[in-house]
């Protein structure tokens, strides 16, 4: 596959073994537009209103932080600062029948971690596309029936954080 005729990419997550390749795609494309979860603090860079940290008045303009005089808006860099990052936090279509599915796990372990997903809105039906599933499958199909009830296919590591019992694929429900 040629990189370079990439018009996306999509991060499912901040792991790295779900990043460990962008340098390189960013060598060899590095105007493409990468759709990311948004996080408060991360890899792929933010932005936080400067009232998110305790100002001390009573300091000195000298010792407090940006001078006493904070900028509006505080922006963290990315671990790939060339990058045209573009952070998701909710259901978004990003291109005619191409949506990203933006939740956040409530699991024990993978607590707050923001994941995408990639759905493909086909004549069959969706196409859905996970990372690891961290939020949960059954959140993440919930959120695409709203796009289009009918299914075609689910692809992706669909791990189960927190199950009750564990079962082998040849065990009956």
């Known amino acids: 596959m040629d990189l370079s005729k990439l018009d996306f990419v999509v991060m499912s997550h901040r792991h790295g073994d779900h990043m460990g390749g962008l340098a390189y795609v960013l060598r060899v494309n590095p105007n493409v537009s990468i759709y990311a979860p948004k996080e408060g603090f991360g890899v792929y860079g933010a932005d936080l209103p400067s009232s998110s940290y305790r100002r001390d008045e009573s300091l ?18 990315a671990a790939w600062p060339q990058g045209h990052f573009k952070l998701i936090d909710k259901a978004t279509e990003i291109a005619p029948g191409v949506h990203l599915i933006a939740l956040v796990s409530d699991k024990p372990g993978t607590l707050e971690l923001r994941d995408l997903s990639l759905v493909l809105d086909t004549p069959d039906g969706l196409v859905i596309v996970v990372g690891c ?41």
Do not use: C, M, W
């Open 60 to 77: 000195p303009a000298e010792r407090r932080y940006f001078g006493g005089q904070p900028p509006e808006t505080l922006r963290f860099g």
């Open 133 to 173: 599933a961290y939020p949960g499958i059954d959140r993440i199909l919930e959120t695409a029936l709203k796009i289009n009830p009918r299914i075609a296919l689910v692809v992706g590591d669909l791990r189960l954080v927190v199950a009750k019992t564990r079962r082998s694929p040849a065990s009956p429900r």
